[in-house]
């Protein structure tokens, strides 16, 4: 993306860049502060020492990339959010601006790495967490302030809306799962979506940044789509309803109760006609009520919300 | 709306204001430097001169007025934009930012106005003109940063989509008109709405400001819902469709092709199933496909974009 963006980001923005760094549990914490060759980086391939030094851990590899920008994307640990809140905490403290698509430091460190980013005159940014580079986290400040935000229900989990998807075609359980994960949808082991915790987090990062509650995942009300038979989806479609895995928050005189459940929808709900990868979430204001979908994304749509943040970081 | 998010306004935001003018075709041009009550405006009870001077023209209004942000809501003028641009000069002359919910300037004058804004460090914005308050121009450039818009499909207009559903229960079309009226959506003379001339200056707007394509009013293939007939729209839905009034811009290798036109949507189309005030759009980009709704707004929402704009302008 950067590569792809690279004459708009000069041209337009006025923003030029080099890779000084990357790390992996593969290649260990590689960095040249001259720059890797990002298409070299792309093909695996790697150049001869000592044009490039291989640190022992993230603060040495840090202090010899010496970025301004650090991009976080390493898998969710939903129960602690590390190592990535530990990565985030040491690139912030080195002065670099933390771009991340891992939704576990923001449900679990959210307002330490936000005051530590505020304090350095930093900013931590993490569009790409919930719908990829869809307009979320960074419209609510910019283009809805003084918004008061009473809720939201959101369609967020793709693996569970294939899997419903397939089986009200006729497929079992396994048989759903195993498609969705030969369309490259759902991972290996795809627990986490099936369970409900990956749209659980989803919901819980939502309502810590944009409703400012200090929800913890454990308070997130969460049933998976694994009870639900081939015969109850079924029936459903057959009676014009569509089962869909549904996230909801909602303000309540008690703070904020969110849960993650699968419910029926009638097809007169723009939210059941969404299929594949669409996902979408409407939110409820006190002003208007608005919907935001974002239609069949692939890779490049998470790529473009790191690429989106990184230049609100450094513009 | 500026009195129901004061507190808010101060608290959060750091804005005081004060109202030091108002102007209509009927009350003429009122100022006072010290303010105007706000609540005795919102009655219609103006206090005892000397508290307020009448002034002859906008030039000397604002000269007296001394405002910081000038907001413009006069009614589209679709010909010409006038004398909404000329007024907005004047206050952008006069070193006041200028806010629109009129899509004439924005379709007549915007990039000599916005030019002039930047000459003068100061913001022409103009949220509330297409889907009020719904982020759209203001969520572009900060929210979607070096994206490639290629082209978009809206619907944009309350009035063609109130009376279409009528037809579709069963009324002739100037009684789905009348009932438009009824239920304050339609204004008094419906034309503009009827003949696709309030989609058109939209889809205009949108194509001038983020596609940056100097397109002109006549330029857009309009078609409008009075050749329509209730056998039509009800053999539609029979047969499973809905009419919709669609609008289209698309860039091509011609430049910018613009449409307005009464388009049958498959009910499994999302915007089919969008009733009344709903308006909707979709977003074609390189990245992703990006669809906004905006539910059942009411003139709060148009009244939300202003003051989204204020904020923007004076933070």
Redo the contacts between chains.
Sequence with gaps: MLVA?ES??RG??DIEWKITGVASRRIGWVADPNGLDPQSILNHQWPEAPAWKKCQNVRQWLAYADPSVFFEISSLERRTGQPAIDHIKAALESGAHAVSANKGPVVHAYRELRDLARSKGLKFLF?STVM????IF??FP??????ELRGFRGLLNSTSNVVLTEMEKGLSFDEAVKKAQEIGVAETDPSDDLDGWDAAVKVAALAIVLMDEPLRLDQVDRTGIRALTPQQVRAARAAGMRYKLICRAERTADGVRASVRPEQLP????FA??EGTTSAI?FDLD????????????V??TA?GL??DF??AVK
């Design positions: 963006k708009e980001l337009k923005y569009e990829d580079g869809t307009p960074s419209m910019h283009s809805l302030p003084a918004v097809m007169t709900d723009p006609l969404l409407r002003v208007f009520g608005l919907s935001i979908i974002e239609h069949k994304p692939g490049i749509a473009y690429l989106a230049i609100r």
